[in-house]
């Protein structure tokens, strides 16, 4: 059974420092990988995905992510930090043998940032 | 705005009523996903559509819980009996079947008192 891992809970970054965020995810192939952030109480808005090809992919808002097959990861980064980028971040696996494209969720991680 | 649109935005019940939630996708998109999200947890998968065929429920579906996407357009989700354990933020999500990219609605938040 797939599974993802978010193992950082809250991340406190000043604005202007660069931030990552990790993502762990267990699949017995390549999944499907993909980044949303979530302002509170709103839903969830997608910043990257990785299907194939390149693994370092770009998102919006600056952000991008690097798919590493033999960690297992698919970590977020940004090099410099807005206030608005304050939100929570998720990471999601869909199975690639799962016709359906169902998600599976980590359970994110929480950024503050600042002054 | 053409995005998925919820309603209602938030739902105050007492415990042992029935709830619907309603979701619009975007117009185009043929497959539809309802999510449940709790307090400090990530969405988890409850129900997915494709047109009008509900083709797999999750398992956390109990059988208070029903589905429906009619006409392969809007979709609602219904809780019968609601427990205090159904409190949660519910979020639809819409894709294209070859696209396999879900877009999210801004989701219902359900308080059971």
């Known amino acids: 059974a797939q599974s993802v891992t978010q193992p950082d809970i809250h991340i406190t970054v000043s604005e202007g420092a660069s931030l990552e965020l990790r993502c762990n995810y267990s699949y017995g192939a390549t999944p499907y990988l993909f980044w949303y952030v979530q302002s509170p109480g709103q839903g969830l808005q997608l910043l990257l995905k990785?299907?194939?090809?390149?693994?370092l992919v770009q998102g919006i808002k600056g952000f991008e992510a690097e798919f590493k097959r033999s960690q297992s990861s698919f970590n977020l980064r940004k090099p410099s930090v807005h206030w608005s980028d304050a939100a929570e971040y998720f990471c999601a696996v869909g199975a690639t043998t799962d016709s359906w494209g169902k998600l599976q969720f980590g359970a994110g991680t929480q950024v503050v940032v600042t002054p | 705005d053409t995005g998925v649109s919820q309603d209602p935005r938030h739902k105050i019940t007492k415990r042992g009523q029935n709830v619907t939630f309603r979701c619009d996708p975007i117009s185009e998109h043929n497959r539809l996903y309802w999510y449940r999200q709790t307090l400090g947890q990530g969405p988890e998968f409850l129900t997915y559509?494709?047109?009008?065929?509900?083709?797999?429920k999750s398992r956390l579906l109990s059988d208070r819980f029903s589905a429906e996407r009619p006409k392969g357009s809007f979709s609602t989700l219904e809780i019968q009996r609601t427990e205090q354990g159904d409190s949660a933020m519910y979020l639809c999500a819409s894709s294209l079947q070859q696209k396999n990219i879900q877009y999210f609605g801004a989701g219902t938040r359900l308080s059971v008192l």
């Open positions: 559509f494709q047109n009008e065929a509900q083709l797999e």
């Open positions: 990785y299907f194939s090809g390149d693994t």
